[in-house]
């Protein structure tokens, strides 16, 4: 069985319930999309120990882009993995860094030097990579290629980081589909799954990391429970497929009014993080 990690891609107002189900949270560092200090700090202090913290680079860093701002961004990104002790960046080039000689060895130096600070590093390639050729050059750099698991067989290694990519308003993994991404985690070391849209509890489940003390309604998106029944009975939508979640779903379902352990956006009145509010002394390298 293999140390796996599940999460989503979005920072939720009630993160200690999140975290009390989830081991995994991948945050984009993007400038203007960073929470203020004060709730990346009040983020920081609830985490359990062992919880992981994944960053997505600023979009011109991954670009491979240079100049000021540029910088200016990368220091904001490495203030915020400070705050949290993030253990992970994610490099997600755009379509327009194509494989040639050039990108491979720009690529590799913005690797080396994410990795400069004990960070590991994974590369998530858009366009027109093969990927083939995408994977040989990860590897070649250090970095871990991010594979998405539902659609493909992964590749073999010790060491698994996975993207579930959403399709359509509300898209959530079905039962069936989180049995097969079980599978597929189970030869690594270690797994890192995050989720886009809904189905990161049918993991769990799936792994079987789902807390004894976990209720269904807490492990299933919202009226899933009920149809819970149905769905073991074959009532299912289909094996394999990504399932539209009703409109009824949408909301955050982390959201828990009546909850003294939420972190409600009303109540912080921090600006977003940038490379002027968490200039320190003791900024990473």
């Known amino acids: 069985m293999p140390t796996a990690f599940v999460g989503e891609t979005h920072l939720p107002k009630n993160f200690k319930r999140y975290a009390r189900q989830f081991s995994l949270l991948e945050l984009d560092c993007e400038p203007g999309s960073i929470p203020g200090k004060a709730k990346l700090a009040a983020v920081a202090e609830a985490a359990p120990e062992g919880f992981v913290f994944s960053l997505l680079v600023p979009s011109r860093l991954a670009s491979l882009e240079s100049g000021p701002d540029v910088e200016a961004s990368w220091k904001a990104a490495q203030n915020v ?43 998530e390639p858009r366009g027109v990579w093969d990927e083939n050729a995408a994977a040989e050059t990860a590897a070649a750099i250090g970095a871990a290629f991010v594979q998405d698991i539902a659609r493909e067989v992964p590749r073999a290694g010790s ?45 769990q489940q799936a792994l079987g990391l789902a807390g004894e003390d976990d209720g269904l309604d807490d492990l299933l998106p919202l009226g899933a429970a009920a149809a ?11 094996d394999g497929e990504v399932e539209e979640e009703d409109d009824a779903d949408d909301g955050d379902d982390l959201d828990d009014e009546g909850d003294d352990d939420d972190f409600d956006d009303e109540e912080d009145d921090d600006e977003d993080l940038d490379d002027e509010d968490l200039d320190d002394e003791d900024e990473a390298p």
């Open 159 to 203: 060491v698994l980081y996975s993207r579930l990519l959403a399709v359509g308003k509300g898209a959530r993994i079905g039962l069936s589909l989180a049995d097969l991404i079980a599978e597929r985690v189970r030869p690594y070391d270690e797994a890192f799954v995050v989720v886009e849209g809904q189905g990161a509890r049918e993991i």
């Open 81 to 123: 993995a400070r705050l949290l002790g993030a253990k992970w960046w994610v490099v997600r080039t755009p379509a327009e860094v194509r494989p040639t000689r050039r990108s491979r060895e720009a690529l590799a130096a913005l690797v080396q030097r994410l990795g400069e600070g004990g960070m590991r590093v994974a590369w």
């Open 228 to 238: 819970l029944a149905g769905v073991a009975a074959g009532a299912s939508a289909g």
